[in-house]
């Protein structure tokens, strides 16, 4: 008797959220990525189309980072004081596709630069550099709505990808996004139900959910990494059976979170923080994220390979 | 999926010849269901009604046992595709393959080093399981090896021949430590049954399609083999995942009997992040045996760390010990800074604090492992309860301020554990993240 195998019929999909606008499209990015747009789970292409495949970002600040290992900061050598040296160094060397700027100096703790400061810089960055861009607040909410609608208008037409709107802070953020064509962030502290509410109350703003990326919040290897796990698998499932409120492709923090494990930081084993920045990519990305922020370049090197591995091998098999 | 009574009473001979002590067959068959009375009652069951019986009252998966002693791994006996269901149950074993190819001594030194592999982490011990030999040269150099390793550790061992002979010499040293006879294939079928069923083993089954995998293990099943680990081929990982995904997806929802064993993955690459990578996995993708090469410290760790965080039960949160923990080289001058047993909150406070390098006491208050929020909301993190675990811990002997930081969600609490503790409450975060820069600006008057 031939065996049955089991197939899920999907009706859901996750929506394709393209980041980075090229001058087609009324920017100036030399290329545009794209992520989410599943009709299945991870790597079951047996069972539906997964048309894009994770993205990885390097994740670079504004500031000289203070709480980056050694590890990692080395690497960078002295670009890590100068934004645009370092953003070229991660595209030149490290063959960036993507980058993540964090604008931790505009914090009122960590320099309280002001917001045409980071405008400034942005402008710069937009102009000597071609890879889209996903450009982060400095994390207080009363400077970030100073802040970002600011950013938001400098890098207009450019479709980058901002965050973060969170529960009580989203009007300002949503409102500067919608209005200069990019995407948003939607951070939510682990929990399903707070992100659907979230992406409820940003899409009746108008902003509609095809631009809107998830950010579960993450737990590094060994510190929490299955909370979010699971929280995805359940946001991914609900999406694929129909629900709309949820299918957006998913962000994960991985190099914030992954760095600041203690088995990152033991400086004679250089690789095992590289192997736990890896590891928590990887085990996400089997829970169904669509965009990595990631800071070792080796640990990018390695996760990029897994996804080429994942993606390749099973192309031709899929549905059309 | 459980049979009712009335589908089992179709499967009856329906004589009512009492000799099961039922008045009739329907009666034998609702017990039956009830799963009150044993099927072997029944004489007169032929071999297929017997087999379908006997799969309705086993798990889907079925639980196999390697090794013997306190290091014996179980696997199987899972019951749900996803965490968040319920929970997995038996932590996916994790083996490493010897080469029968190396010198003694070699063999020796790699036996250490893979009996060392055990780590502590947030209070459990993390552990390899197993140690797989495989045959390279001839049988007597194989056998000398399982031998040594045999003598050397305490771990559960693989057998990874195709040689019967030299198998069968291996399971006679072996005798009573129960190890896996790893494989048999459709060539090799008979004389690997008759190995596992003469020396009480289990056995490996594999072949590249599922299907083949089917009905490999129906033919040792009738070969008299009890003990199956099913193997997939060589594939591409998305290949795996997806023949991983139908073996628990059968076994559970179809009750396919033919595929409900644990299944086992060999990922042998020579690059140990692609290795890493790809037997992490399947640690979240069903696998209950992976077999691997590298046995680097450093990245073993984070694989077993990967185990314990999936196999972690979703419901009952992983705690710590509430009481004081003293980070860095605290003074009587150090903050103290109140928080919940629950792991997950008690780690990332941890991580904050260690990384402003400044040094604090921190306290877990006992809430059942419950988080801030959900622990404040349950009234199991209350000002009473603070205070009496401060007092129990006998924190005004142990600083020389009277302050105490509770975490930003609960600031509503401060009025009243102020007046009960009679310490000083100063309101720190929301979130941990932000302990660093909080506390690099705390400042607190001396009494």
Redesign the interface.
Known sequence: M?????TEKWTGEISVVTIGATSKNGGTRSYSIKIGGEKSL?????EGTLPNKPQVAFEIFDVTPN?WPNEVIKLYGKSVNDPLEWAQMCIQDFKAQSLCIRLLGAHP??GNKSAEEEVQLIKKLLKEIGVPLIILGS?DDAKDNLLLPAISEAAKGERCLIGSAVQDNYKTISAGVLADGHSIIAESPIDVNIAKQLNILISDMGLPLERIVMNPTI?A???????A??IM??AR?AALSGDKTVACPFICFVGQEAW????SKVEA?P??G???E??TA??LI??GADLLIMRHPKAVE??S??IE???T??KILSPK | MGLSGLDIYKLLPKTNCRECGFATCLAFAMQLAKKAVGIDKCPYLDFEAKAKLEAQAQPPIKLITIGQGETRLEVGNENVL???EEKFYRPTGIGFILEDNITDAEIKDRVEKINGLKFE??GQTLEANLIAIRQNKDAKRFVNVVKIVSANTSLGLVLMSDDAQGLKCALEILKGKNPLVYHATKENLSGFAQLAKEYKVPLVAQADE??KI?ELSVDLVKQGVKDLVIEIGKK????R??DL??IR??AL??SNRSLGYPSLVVVDKNDL??E???A??YI??YAGIILIKNIEA??V???L??R???Y?D?QKPLQIEPRLYPIGQVTDKSPVLITTNFS?SY??VL??V??SKIPSYIISVDTEGMSVLTAWAAEKFTPHKITETINKIGVKDIVSHKHLVIPGYVAVMSGELQDESGFEIIVGPKEA?GL??FLK?LQYEQI
């Open positions: 031939a065996l049955q195998l089991m991870p790597c079951l292409f047996k709480d703790d960590f994390g737990g290897l060994g510190y929490g990494l299955e909370y796990y699971s698998e359940r499932l600041r494990a203690k088995e084993l690789e095992q590289i192997i736990w890896a590891l990887t085990a089997q829970a390695k996760v390979r897994y591995n994942l993606m091998n099973d | 996803f965490r968040h982490r947030i599922l299907e089917s591409s990982i998305s290949e995942i997806w995904t139908q997806r059968l929802k179809k992040y692609e890493i990578q790809e992490a996995t979240s993708k450093w990245a760790l984070s694989l760390t990967l314990q965080n999936i972690t979703p997950l780690y990332t991580g904050e260690e990384a993240a660093p820069s600006n």
